[in-house]
């Protein structure tokens, strides 16, 4: 029996494989993509490259952060966020954060969002008044608290959106970062001091004398911190924020979706010039001529993904100008979701085989479905601000597929659910084809 | 002895049936019986929502070693009854037994001792005729050196060897034909059925797969089921015949017992130009030449192609007799004697065509 899918799954792929214009539009299709986005994204993914093609961005900045007493000085953590994003007078040009963003400073939270909703920013950035006293200790709160900082996006600017709140999240993170930094600093001291009295004794001397003058600017802003889009992953690793591969995976699953519909639309094109037919009256059973189909199928959309995250890798090191692998660190894991969004789109496929009577009806329910999925999931735009889209999106193969792939490039590995959904979609779809291809083949 | 010119093809024929009638009348294994077709019928549903039989209640057998044909106009079932057969289709009633394999209970047995070659071309195009061969010998269960070694045998019975890289798609019509017949005997099937293999192909790579039909049987032993709607072919290669018409089964047996049955005459007709034929030759004819049972003139007008110019006619004399050949002396020599030229004859046995005209009251063409 495996013997036999084998035999049809290599038929397939040596036809697929030796028809010179399909093998063309396998490749040209993915690296004519993959440039395309990299024209669009390149600032992003080039490292240090001051050449940002996506840039002014504009966004509202609040801060309502009514800041601390520290060390006997004001401290407004908020503050420094603003003098960060916000140029005075002239904008640095030696700041990315500059060339990246036209930010302003208004006075009221109101002002931001409405500005926000009337399309004059692409987001608002509201620092909340109890800001700097959350995550700053001090003798009298030796606890830091959980805050938030409100980012107020507009749906019609997903991709704007999205690296405001990275920058946001950049800037709490290493806010954080520095805040634990002194914590835990001036904490081992004190520890230190109530059980060592000679070292306390020093202590105390160079205190007194101003010989203390620890230098923690470095935890706030190590050099190129805020320069860089980060998002900080799970573990702790930070990776870099990458529409090439938010945008690439989108892609690469929506032109996927159009390889496997190909294959469920072969069943028909075999049907019509009768080697189905001849297939079907030798000793094979009709489950094995199914799954050897879309084994096929699935070996195809396996090689497209492949080649279409290479091409992506290819263009994203040469904006670069050195060698990135952007799909993350996790080799194992990547491979694992390649293989489960093949493998649900082919079930998908074999759903389609089974539903269709030609190959027109093929053609154009399996278009439809391709790209009703690719809308879903946001491969065209944002599906955001849609009632009831992001409900939807979750049936698709393209949601659970890409999500895992941008997870995967942010270094985080929670992505069980996605294999399991992706698994699960497969099952469902390949037995309900085999089922209603079986029954329209035995009338 | 050499054939006589006069004779027609049909005639040759019929001839060359009976002698292998005759030929394969001491065979036991042609008695045994390979396949069972028992009520099998098939319901299908129009898209107004009648339904409506496409395949009433057809019982037959075919024997082991035989090659036993379908005949019948385009449309008349023979299709829809090879596909159940074969298990392409699921019959509404009936079953078919293929050497004791219900095709309905134990399809995969069945289906290991059947060839099948369809009407269409169905072939890979990209692939060549050696790639064609070996994946639907490896469908068949075949392999390693059994399978290069029946590629290679089907390759030469079909006479592609020195083609057997070339695609498909390159291919003539007939040669086409020839690899799509191939793939139905690769894996050397107890039965084979050819589903009007000879259609739309040229007359000279029509007689090579005819040829090839009768080395199924003759050389490799194979039991044939062919399918035809012209019935010089049927009439040619078939042991025995089954007739359907509108989804039944309507006459079966071979070719001398279906004419036998419908109790037809061989016909002798011959043109007499514009000479008239009088009353009384026609009577003489009917009771002094041997075996004659009626004569009758018609008189045809023959159009001329040439515009303004007067149409021609032309007299046909025609004589139905029991056994045309013994009765045609007598015939030319009343002729002689009434001062008739005969111009041409022609000796016309019963054929399937007759018999199918008998049975159904149109022509097999119509």
Known sequence: MLRKIWVIAYKDLYITFTDRNLILIMIVTPLALASIIGLAFGGFIGGGGSDVPVQNIPVAVVNLDQGVEFGGSP???????????????????????????????????????????????SAAIIIPPEFTASITTTQTQ?????????????????????????????????????????????????????????????????????????????????????????????????????????????????????????????????RRAWTLQRQIVTPTPRMVLLL?????????????????????????????????????????????VILCVSLAASGVAALVAGLVRTPEQGNTIGSIISILFGLFSGAFFSIDAVPGANVISRLTVNYWGVEAFNKLSQNQTDIGLNLLVLLILGAVFFSAGLFIFNRRLSV | MLPDPRETVLVRLARAIRQRCADHKGDASMQ???????????????????????????????????????????????????????????????????????????????????????????LYPTLSARQNLQFFGKMHGLGGKELDRAVDEVLDLIDLGDRDRDKVDNFSGGMKRRVNIGIGMLHKPQLIYMDE??????????????????????????TVLYTSHLMEEVQEISDRVGIIDHGQMIALGTVGELIQKVGEEDRLIFKVGEQPVAEALLRRIESEAATATRARYERREIANSDAGALATAEGILTV???????????????????????????????????????????????
């Open chain 1, 75 to 121: 401290l407004n953590q908020g503050q420094t966020f603003i003098d960060l994003l916000v140029p005075q007078g002239e904008p640095d040009p030696e700041n990315v954060l500059h060339q990246l963003t036209d930010a302003v400073e208004l006075e009221t939270a109101e002002a931001a969002r409405a500005g926000v909703n009337a399309g004059d920013y």
């Open chain 2, 197 to 222: 293999p000879t259609v739309g192909i040229d007359p000279q790579n029509r007689r090579r797969i005819l040829d090839t039909v009768l080395r199924l049987r003759d050389e490799l032993k194979m």
């Open chain 2, 320 to 366: 139905y007799a029991t056994r045309g050949r013994k009765a045609l002396p007598d015939i030319i020599r009343l002729a002689d004697e009434s001062s008739l030229d005969i111009l041409s004859v022609e000796v016309r046995e019963p054929d399937l065509e007759a018999v199918f005209l008998h049975l159904t009251g149109r022509a097999l063409r119509d």
């Open chain 1, 142 to 270: 030796t606890e830091l608290t959980p805050v938030q900082i409100e980012v107020y996006a507009s749906p019609a600017a997903p991709v704007s959106a999205s690296i405001i709140r990275s920058i946001v999240e950049g800037f709490s993170n290493q806010i954080a970062m520095g805040s634990i930094t002194i914590a835990s600093t001036i904490g081992a001291l004190t520890e230190r001091a109530s059980t060592d009295p000679l070292f306390g004794l020093q202590f105390a001397a160079a205190a007194g004398g101003g010989g203390f003058n620890p230098d923690f600017s470095a935890a706030f802003s190590p050099d190129a911190a805020l320069i860089r889009i980060e998002q900080q992953s799970v573990t702790g690793e930070t990776a870099a924020f990458n529409p090439l591969v938010s945008f690439g995976s989108a892609q690469a699953v929506f032109f996927m979706m159009f390889t496997a519909m190909a294959g469920a639309n072969n069943v028909m094109e075999e």
């Open chain 2, 32 to 122: 045994e019986t390979l396949v069972q077709v028992r009520g099998l019928s098939k319901q299908f549903k129009r898209d107004n929502g009648e339904t409506f039989f496409a395949v009433k209640d057809v019982t037959l057998e075919i024997r082991r070693g035989e090659i036993f044909s379908l005949l019948g106009p385009n449309g008349a079932g023979k299709t829809t009854t090879i596909s159940m057969i074969s298990g392409l289709l699921t019959p509404t009633q009936g079953d078919a037994l293929i050497g004791g394999n219900s095709i309905t209970k134990n399809p995969l047995a069945a289906k290991k001792m059947l060839g099948v070659v369809p009407q269409e071309i169905a």
């Open chain 1, 292 to 336: 050897g189909k879309m084994v096929g199928t699935f070996i195809s959309c396996v090689a497209q993904v492949i080649i279409l995250i290479l091409a992506l890798t290819l263009v994203g090191s040469l904006i670069a100008g050195e060698l990135q692998f952007i799909w993350g660190t996790n080799l194992f894991l990547l491979a694992l």
